[in-house]
């Protein structure tokens, strides 16, 4: 199974770019990456997701090195709203199935 | 209403007592998952479920059991509650194509005392 290690809190300010930086060392050539957020007392929800390059959409942009070890979410123009735990996952293909396997997140605190 | 529930939103429960929570779904998602979230952790699968009568085991299994007799329901029982059971519990489904966004429930405050 592919792990994932991020960075367990960041800070920034409002109006500035945020990069949030996932490691993921042993990636299967099959796996995604999948970045969720979630907000105090709610479920996590899907923010983007890549497999290689890059990938942009109306909230968010996804940078995937050639070798795909590493991978990094891209928040431009934060603001308070931002502020949640972000998950970077590897989507995991089993036989039959999948799972999808979170890490302990990283804690964004977006300050005034 | 569409989407994906849980109930109870809030448990209080002794130890020792059964409990089963509710995760109920709208859009006919083959697949369905339970995860629980301990104070500033990520979210730890419990039990898994790829379409109706099929469920497997995720990281942390004991200690619960898991039914699907419907695909829209996928209940969680707490057979004997501990007090390392207290945390909150979601509920997830996705459409089953491999590397797809699963939707998460509101989740279920359980605390055992």
């Known amino acids: 199974l592919a792990k994932t290690t991020q960075p367990i809190s960041m800070d920034s300010y409002e109006g500035q770019e945020v990069n949030i930086t996932c490691s993921h060392n042993n990636i299967a050539t099959n796996d995604y990456i999948t970045w969720y957020q979630q907000f105090p007392s709610q479920g996590p929800r899907f923010i983007i997701q890549g497999y290689k390059t890059k990938v942009t959409n109306e909230v968010a942009s996804l940078f995937i090195p050639a070798d795909r070890k590493s991978s990094t979410l891209s928040l431009p123009r934060v603001s308070l709203s931002d502020t949640a735990v972000y998950y970077c996952l590897v989507d995991t293909g089993e036989a039959g199935g999948f799972k999808t396997i979170f890490g302990a997140g990283t804690r964004l605190f977006v300050k005034a | 209403d569409a989407g994906i529930t849980q109930s109870p939103r809030y448990k209080i429960t002794e130890t020792g007592r059964q409990v089963t929570l509710m995760c109920h779904q709208t859009?006919?998602?083959?697949?369905m998952f339970w995860y629980r979230q301990d104070l500033g952790h990520g979210l730890r699968l419990i039990y898994y479920?790829?379409?109706?009568?099929?469920?497997d085991k995720g990281e942390v299994p004991d200690g619960y059991v898991v039914s699907r007799s419907k695909t829209e329901n996928f209940p969680l029982t707490l057979e004997s509650a501990t007090r390392s059971q207290t945390s909150v519990y979601f509920c997830?489904?996705?459409?089953?194509?491999?590397?797809?966004?699963?939707?998460f429930g509101q989740g279920t405050r359980l605390t055992v005392v």
């Open positions: 859009w006919s998602h083959s697949y």
């Open positions: 479920s790829a379409a109706a009568d099929i469920t």
């Open positions: 997830a489904s996705s459409d089953g194509t491999l590397n797809t966004e699963a939707f």
